[in-house]
């Protein structure tokens, strides 16, 4: 059975930073794309990041370029977004997804497996 526990969400004031965390257990393999999507209240799910195994990350939106860096450490399955000069349209709950395939896509339908969501207020 496949499990993601993120962790490292919160209330923060503009401009802070923030990592997030995505441990992954249960999976058979590394070989997967790893994303994360947020979702705002009343907002429909946004793709923030993804990354594949070897670390190739796909394009950010323009949201979150130059601000949001998405990472994994293969060996613990865990995949981090650093959170860097927050705003206050980043607040959202964050969610990190386990890719059907190996390439990363800002599609959700093409992610499997799901975490629970970790909160980010980003507020002054």
């Known amino acids: 059975q496949v499990q993601l526990v993120e962790s490292g969400g919160g209330l923060v004031q503009p401009g802070d930073s923030l990592r997030l965390s995505c441990a992954a257990s249960g999976l058979t393999s590394s070989n997967y794309a790893m994303g994360w999507f947020r979702q705002a209240p009343v907002k429909e799910r946004e793709f923030v990041a993804a990354i594949n195994w070897s670390g190739y990350s796909t394009p950010y939106p323009d949201s979150v370029k130059g601000r949001f860096t998405i990472s994994r450490d293969n060996a613990k399955n865990t995949v981090y977004l650093q959170m860097n000069s927050l705003k206050p349209e980043d607040t959202a709950v964050y969610y990190c997804?386990?890719?059907?395939?190996?390439?990363?896509?800002?599609?959700?339908?093409?992610?499997?497996?799901w975490g629970q969501g970790t909160q980010v207020t980003v507020s002054s």
């Open positions: 997804a386990v890719g059907r395939y190996r390439i990363p896509t800002n599609r959700y339908d093409r992610y499997d497996y």
